[in-house]
């Protein structure tokens, strides 16, 4: 058993000391993916917000009655019955921005935050832990992919959120919305993240 | 024992939960989803066929669907293809329109693709779906200059495949609809040489005469000197002139008859005798309301005076073009 933390410290770990992306290194396939547009980002975020919590929710009440030997199989359908929620709403009420994510919502089902989280926290802790600490997983998922979206746009297309803010004379650095715009632009992240990290040991 | 038999049962319940619920969501989303397919569809097919106020569908085979389109009175004015072909990275799904003979492309909307942002994909762009605009296919594509024939579309700089995997869906697609709706194209009329003016077979002249008749009842009778046709009333008195005049329209010649008053001063009225104007957009150059402005206007005809049609202006500037030129001629001819 994980020693108990207090509520607001399973939530504020996930954004900075265990960010899933930045620390943790785990999703990045998503992260790289969809992050080419702020939108696309913050849409991508919302959705790894509602599996994670949900799953979290329902794992959380159910997981005293799984036996251990069917845990990962349980998991994988509880999540990937709220992804399947989160791309048919998608689909219907939002079906440009699902055009846009493309495959990368239904691929949440084999996201390693998910189902990590469920594996190393929710199965050992109490319930409204295990949903601060998804929450906190979320949010911390979502700052990097939003920031990743934003910088990606502003450089790639000079817009964010489909705004201009960049005069005529910019011109756009297609290799920005490119995958190798995702891999650079999340290396110097998760460099600055380490460097920060070791200034704050030393 | 107990544990393998918990193990099924817990496994179980979660698979029969999960299946509840997703029928749920999967019922109450199925509507709206359904709804955005069919209003993507029908977006798509009013921006290759303007004109579409009703469609029909027909499925052809498992990657296209035929869309007969057609205007509030029902008639056919154009076929569309929804299709989907291979592209650089993955299917490029598109919609390509074609007129009533399947002659000339009439638009094209890209639907799906995940061609390279910022190379492949400016396949979606404006300027390269509109070159496709009044293009006779099979189309072929160039790269690097400004397309010539009927029949080219430039290639996007950086992405020549998935441009000419366009090129090769819509040409596919032309094919196929050809073949299922039995469209032979060299059955229209606006590929052959049109026959110069002077040639004119006397079922051409009949024609001529009802037209310059339906322009003027009272027309008893038409004497032709070289290219004019001198109109007289029963009475033997010269009431107008009449020309021939022909001009490049939107998709091609536009051939129409000009009549003209006795001082050369007004026009009487026109008509048109051939065209391959885009049905439903330039065609409406036939409609009589429009046809009606030219009416006693004074010559030579100014742009101003005629109301052109919205979405044809080429067609209908066209014909003031014309007339105007037909005006000129008889005017040399008649001072000889």
């Known amino acids: 058993m994980n020693k108990k933390h207090s509520l607001g410290y399973d939530f504020i770990k996930g954004l900075f000391k265990e960010n899933p992306v930045l620390i943790q290194l785990l999703g990045l396939c998503s992260v790289l993916a969809v992050s080419n547009t702020a939108i696309n980002s913050i849409s991508m975020g919302l959705a790894v917000l509602f599996v994670l919590f949900f799953s979290s929710f329902v794992i959380g009440l159910i997981k005293n009655i799984i036996p251990s030997q069917v845990r990962i199989p349980s998991f994988i359908v509880v999540i990937a019955t709220f992804v399947t929620i989160a791309d048919l709403f998608f689909k219907a009420k939002f079906p440009d921005i699902s055009k846009a994510l493309g495959p990368y919502v239904p691929l949440i089902v084999v996201n390693c935050i998910i189902l990590g989280r469920q594996e190393a926290f929710t199965q050992k802790n109490p319930l409204l832990n295990s949903l601060f600490d998804a929450l906190g997983m979320s949010v911390g998922y979502i700052i990097v992919i939003l920031a990743l979206g934003i910088v990606r746009e502003a450089l790639g297309f000079g817009t964010v959120f489909g705004f201009r803010i960049f005069g005529s004379w910019f011109h756009p650095l297609i290799v920005m919305i490119l995958p190798p715009g995702a891999f650079l632009t999340l290396g110097v992240f998760v460099g600055l993240m380490n460097w920060i990290s070791s200034k704050r040991r030393a | 024992m107990r544990l393998e038999f918990r193990m099924v049962v817990v496994l179980t319940l979660i698979a029969i939960f999960s299946g509840f619920v997703l029928s749920y969501t999967y019922i109450s989303t199925r509507n709206d989803i359904e709804k955005n397919a069919e ?15 009703d469609y029909e569908e027909k499925i052809i085979d498992k990657e296209t669907t035929l869309l007969i389109a057609k205007d509030e009175n029902g008639r056919i004015i154009g076929y569309a293809a929804m299709t989907e072909g291979a ?102 009329p606006c590929d052959e040489d049109s026959s110069k003016i002077g040639e004119k077979t006397d079922k051409e002249i009949k024609t001529i005469i009802e037209a310059i008749k339906e322009l003027v009842p009272e027309t008893k009778e038409i004497t032709k000197i070289d290219d004019i046709f001198i109109v007289q009333d029963s009475g033997g008195n010269k009431i107008g002139y009449a020309g021939i005049g022909v001009g490049e329209g939107y998709n091609g010649e536009i051939k129409i008859i000009t009549l003209f008053d006795i001082s050369l001063k007004h026009l009487k009225g026109i008509k048109i005798l051939e065209h391959c104007e885009t049905p439903g957009i330039g065609s409406k150059i036939e409609d009589p309301e429009f046809l009606n402005q030219f009416t006693n206007k004074v010559l030579p005809l100014k742009e101003a005076e005629i109301d052109v049609i919205t979405g044809a202006t080429i067609s209908s500037k066209s014909l003031i073009e014309i007339v105007n030129k037909v005006y000129e001629r008889i005017k040399k001819e008649l001072k000889k």
């Open chain 2, 39 to 53: 209003m993507a569809k029908k977006n798509a097919l009013v921006k290759v066929l303007p004109a579409t106020k």
């Open chain 2, 87 to 188: 592209g650089f990275q993955g299917k490029i799904k598109l919609m390509v329109g074609f007129d009533n003979t399947l002659t000339h492309i009439t638009g094209l909307e890209i639907l799906e693709n995940v061609e390279t942002p910022g190379l492949g994909n400016r396949i979606e762009e404006d300027w390269f779906k509109e070159q496709y605009q009044n293009r006779v296919p099979p189309i072929t594509y160039v790269k690097g200059k400004k397309p010539e024939k009927e029949n080219e579309i430039q290639a996007i700089t950086g992405a020549t495949i998935s441009s000419k995997s366009v090129v090769k869906i819509v040409n596919a697609a032309h094919e196929k609809l050809r073949t299922f709706l039995k469209i032979n194209p060299s059955s229209q």
